[in-house]
């Protein structure tokens, strides 16, 4: 038998940390910059029932993922009805990344990354219920798998810089 210092911990205490907050975007690959960006466009969009933008709908398309959109506006809302403060979303413009977006950057890398512990980068204060269960998880893991099939990976931190699709213009300053 092994002793139980040579198990693997599939449940680290840290997540894997990837971004930092003030972190500048222009660090980042395409992937992290659009992941921010679709964020920052649905967090600033009028109150339900009113149409998406076509900005962000067109983004998605330009990456043929016509659902998108929708995935991002269904993990937003999420978040707000889940995190019990404001969040800070900065507006499209901003240079650099903040907590919260650090927070969604981390789980969102650590759901795409095979052998990481998603759990360990998911948010406390993103827990609804005493069990441990956030009603986070299920869109961010939605959300996640899209941009992986449009082969947009986040938090491979050793790769270089994604190249930005030839579709799709720099969305970020």
Known sequence: MKPAAALPDIFPAEPDRTYAPDQPLAELGFAEQFAVWCLRVQWRM?????ERPVLLQRAFDALDLPGGAALVAELAGTLTRT???PLSIACPRWRVLTGDEVRVLNF???LQRQGASPRAALDPSWMAAPCGASPVWAPAQRFA???STAGLTLGN????????PEAMPRVLH
């Open 145 to 147: 798998l899209a941009l």
């Open 46 to 50: 009028p109150e339900e029932g009113k």
């Open 83 to 85: 995190v019990r403060r």
């Open 157 to 164: 931190a050793h790769a270089p810089a994604s190249p930005f």
């Open 108 to 110: 969102i890398a650590a």
